[in-house]
């Protein structure tokens, strides 16, 4: 097992409820800058993080499991001062939100799911395992897992900035392993009845981790979890609607505040 890492991290805002976001398979943190700028800083202290792999934290290697990103996460927790913390996770890292819950629950105020993939073992028919065990390989790959799990609605000059950005703040070997780790891990009996309060924000657009999946597994799971589906959005809705992304996400923070 490694030893944890401080991982590559930005923090906006000085409030006294602190946050932790980290972004999902396809990049590293900068999938959030949409938000910046309508954070409320005054209430909120949040760090955006890159796990191992990508962005800043591109060249600290590892095993590229939900073990070692949790510890990671709760390591830099810790270096930071923070005991307790609410977690935002965005589909890959969706799913690591449930691994924190059901391991290192007594951290968390609450956890928010974006897009997120459930705590189970993903089953991929032939086409779509070839599709996304390549991509790492094959860029346009990257694209099309963009476009069809927005719905095929936006602009082809969105679907080619998500590859170049994926490709920009990824290193190959990382992205190859994390695949495996978010669609192979299954922990989903470690998080049933965990008290954790839990919102799972899914897209109404998102062929990838549709509404009816999330309700069959993950609101199954947590007695506390809370849907929201967010209109004119898919599986990215930081990005496709970043101000009802904010406004949502900080009203259920807010309930579970100190």
């Known amino acids: ?84 913390f609410h977690y935002i996770g965005h589909s890959m890292m969706g799913k690591t939100a449930q691994f924190l819950c059901a391991r290192y629950g007594d951290r968390l105020k609450s956890a928010v799911g974006v897009a997120p993939v459930p705590a189970c073992k993903i089953s991929l028919d032939e086409n779509g395992y070839a599709l996304f065990s390549s991509a790492w390989e094959v860029p346009a790959n990257r694209g099309i897992i963009c476009t069809v799990t927005t719905g095929s609605r936006h602009t082809p000059k969105w679907e080619q900035f998500m590859i170049s950005e994926s490709l920009r703040t990824t290193t190959p070997e990382a992205y190859r392993a994390y695949f495996h780790t978010w669609s192979g891990e299954d922990f989903a009996e470690e998080v049933q009845g965990c008290p954790v309060p839990f919102l799972a924000l899914t897209g109404e657009y998102d062929a990838g981790v549709p509404t009816e999946f999330v309700k069959g597994t993950i609101l199954e799971w947590f007695p506390k979890a809370e849907l929201h589906v967010m209109s004119n959005a898919g599986h990215y809705p930081m990005v496709e609607t970043p101000i009802q992304f904010v406004t949502v996400c900080e009203a259920f923070m807010a309930r579970w505040a100190a």
């Open 1 to 84: 097992m490694s030893t944890a890492a401080l991982l590559g991290h930005e923090i906006l805002g000085d409030g006294p409820e602190k946050v932790i976001v980290m972004g999902g398979w396809l990049g590293d943190r900068s999938v959030f800058q949409p938000i910046h700028l309508w954070l409320d800083r005054e209430k909120f202290t949040y760090c955006f993080v890159d796990p191992r792999g990508y962005g800043e934290s591109r060249d600290i290697a590892g095993e590229y499991t939900f073990a070692e990103i949790a510890g990671d996460v709760t390591a830099l927790a810790d270096n930071l001062g923070w005991n307790k």
